[in-house]
């Protein structure tokens, strides 16, 4: 049972409002990576680079509620009446592991790459340099399925605190939120 958020502040408000929507992209990238990505194949780089995509998108959308933004509130779980076992704290934990150090910041220990150099010509002084990056996925086929049941639990624990707020406080809900004009991007 969803605890009132009769205490949450406007900006805790917007946050949790956000949050559902960040779920549901998350919950989105997910059914496109499981729905087109078969774990056992072999694909181009470009078929894995697609499905990097997509994990980046769920990695990211997954973890913004979790990270407080320019002083701003983080979602917390308590507000929406969830509580996580200890195999999906572990999975948050490494969505939020994976957002920190490899998809929103390149931390140098944990770059993947192969450099080289070739020689553009035989007895050439012009020697080109090639890169080859790691393409393969960081969340496997085994976290899918948890990682799906983990997103709807999130949801399901946002809607229900919502639901409560509509019924006890509906004008809190009826507002039009926008971007702030001068922190729009062009």
């Known amino acids: 049972m969803s605890p009132p ?4 502040t406007d900006s805790q408000l917007h946050r949790l409002i956000y949050s559902n929507w960040d779920f549901q992209q998350a919950l989105s990238a997910l059914t496109f990576l499981t729905n ?5 194949a072999d694909y181009n780089r470009v078929d894995l680079r697609k499905f990097r995509c997509y994990e980046s998108s769920l990695i990211i959308s997954f ?6 933004a320019r002083g701003q509130t983080a979602l917390g779980l308590r507000t929406i009446g969830v509580q996580l076992d200890a195999q999906e ?5 490494v969505m939020l592991n994976l957002r920190r150090k490899i998809i929103a910041h390149s931390d140098e220990d944990r770059m993947h790459y ?3 150099t070739h020689q553009l010509l035989e007895d050439s ?3 080109l340099p090639l890169f080859q990056y790691v393409e393969s996925l ?3 086929e085994a976290q899918c399925r948890p990682l799906n049941a983990l997103l709807r639990k999130l949801t399901s624990g946002i809607s229900k605190a919502l639901f409560k707020l509509a019924q006890t406080a509906p004008d809190r809900l009826n507002h039009y939120k926008q971007p702030d004009a001068s922190s729009t991007v062009a």
């Open 5 to 8: 958020l009769s205490n949450v």
């Open 36 to 40: 087109e990505c078969d774990f056992h």
């Open 63 to 68: 973890a913004r509620p979790f990270e407080p």
């Open 89 to 93: 704290r572990e999975l948050k934990e």
């Open 114 to 116: 192969r450099g080289s």
């Open 125 to 127: 002084p012009i020697n």
């Open 138 to 140: 960081h969340i496997g």
